[in-house]
């Protein structure tokens, strides 16, 4: 009976080079240097593995035979060219001999089959693993301060036709909660998520701003509310032209076990003695002070929020050191109204400042900064950068120093 013809599929490359090499460490008298192996540009001649194959195969194992020949399947028939060199003949007696061959012959079969199976699967299956913790870098927070000065520039339907100073606002309030005797409050933890923080009178209306960014935390799931938040103030001082503010990640979000106390946040109403308390007690010194509160160069009050009303000077919606020029140059006026106690420009009546801002000019130790300022824009520029910087990351513990420092939109 002829010897048929099996035509093995040929599987991928990858597999057989695979399979071949570690063929060779199973069968050492295997001489993988006959194979010609090509892809696309040569072949492999399978049938040539075979039988260096089978030569080994039979060199490792017990031969067996019988009076008879042995009746097997054509596809498993050994090439008679594989038979020499056994140094011995066997008998259809040699029981013994007969069931360890056929042992031995299912044991490489199986290792084969293992090999080849875990081959494929190396080769050709799901070749993911598991990966650590994503780390974001500087370009993955440009993407998320980019995604907010796109929705600043979208978004118009605000005061003035901006966002932006709501977003230092909500900044400024969650950061400025830090207490430095017991080390707790400051812009680590994000706790104006929750009542009774979010309810405190300072904070009224701040919930703009948060729902502002709810799409940039959808669009980046893995930015902390907490960097957020102070990523958004920071974006929007320098969109709206002011400094550059230097940012690093590092806050973690916190539980409503976090949330601060009512009553740590500046009180427009209240005089000298008070900013030095409130802003003592996060850790700043008298220019400090001074170069925070100018952030009034942005946004308006409300009467429905802080119940003021009105803007500080007439472009609310750029950062600039007017708010400083207006207050030491311009005259004021306590407001007639039937509101708490404000005060409002002689020229055009407009405009207002806060007792707190009234009271900038009452302390010698204040109203120094407020001349600096307002005669110069790049030194109040220079501080208040520094000192933002430094309210943002009141009582966060940082893993880096390094800060990133963003690229504004054109």
Not at 248 to 274: F, I, N, Q, S
Not at 342 to 362: C, I, N, S, V, W
């Amino acid at each position: 009976m002829g010897q048929e013809k099996y035509k093995c599929p040929v599987p991928p490359f990858s597999l057989r080079l695979y399979f071949y090499s570690h063929l060779y460490l199973l069968f050492p008298e295997w001489q993988p240097h006959r194979l010609l192996i090509s892809h696309p540009l040569c072949t492999i001649t399978m049938a040539s593995a075979a039988r260096t194959a089978s030569r080994a195969f039979l060199r490792s194992t017990p031969a067996t035979s019988s009076f008879r020949p042995a009746v097997r399947n054509a596809r498993f028939a050994i090439p008679a060219n594989g038979l020499r060199g056994s140094p011995r003949r066997g008998y259809a007696s040699e029981a013994g001999s007969e069931k360890s061959g056929s042992s031995s012959f299912g044991l490489w079969a199986l290792g084969l089959g293992a090999l080849g199976g875990g081959a494929y699967f190396y080769l050709n299956g799901d070749s993911s693993s598991p990966k650590g913790p994503f780390v974001p870098t500087q370009a993955d927070y440009q993407k998320v301060y980019d995604a907010i000065a796109a929705r600043l520039a979208n978004e118009t339907d605000y005061d003035d036709g901006s966002y932006g100073p709501v977003l230092v606002r909500l900044a400024w309030h969650a950061s400025g909660t830090y207490d430095k005797e017991t080390g707790t409050g400051g812009s680590n933890g994000a706790t104006m998520r929750f009542a009774p923080e979010s309810d405190h009178g300072a904070n009224a209306g701040l919930k703009t701003a948060r729902d502002f960014l709810e799409p940039i935390k959808a669009q980046f799931p893995w930015i902390s509310y907490s960097d957020l938040w102070t990523l958004g103030g920071a974006c929007a001082i320098q969109e709206l032209s002011g400094p550059t503010i230097p940012w690093r990640p590092g806050r973690e979000d916190r539980d409503v076990a976090a949330c601060t106390p009512d009553g740590r946040l500046p009180d427009a109403a209240k005089d000298h003695r008070h900013i030095r308390d409130v802003f003592s007690r996060m850790g700043f010194d008298d220019r400090e002070m001074v170069a925070l509160i100018g952030a009034h160069a942005l946004g308006r009050c409300h009467t429905d929020r802080s119940g003021f009303d009105g803007p500080w000077n007439f472009s609310p919606t750029v950062f600039s050191n007017e708010f400083f020029r207006l207050l030491a140059e311009e005259k004021w006026a306590q407001k007639k109204w039937n509101g708490p106690t404000q005060f409002t420009d002689k020229t055009t009546g407009t405009l207002m400042m806060l007792p707190t801002d009234m009271a900038l000019l009452k302390d010698k130790g204040f109203k120094k900064h407020v001349e600096r300022y307002a005669k110069d824009s790049d030194v109040f520029f220079k501080e208040f950068s520094d000192v933002f910087v430094k309210l943002l990351e009141l009582g966060v513990p940082f893993k880096t120093e390094d800060r990133f420092v963003f690229k504004t939109s054109e």
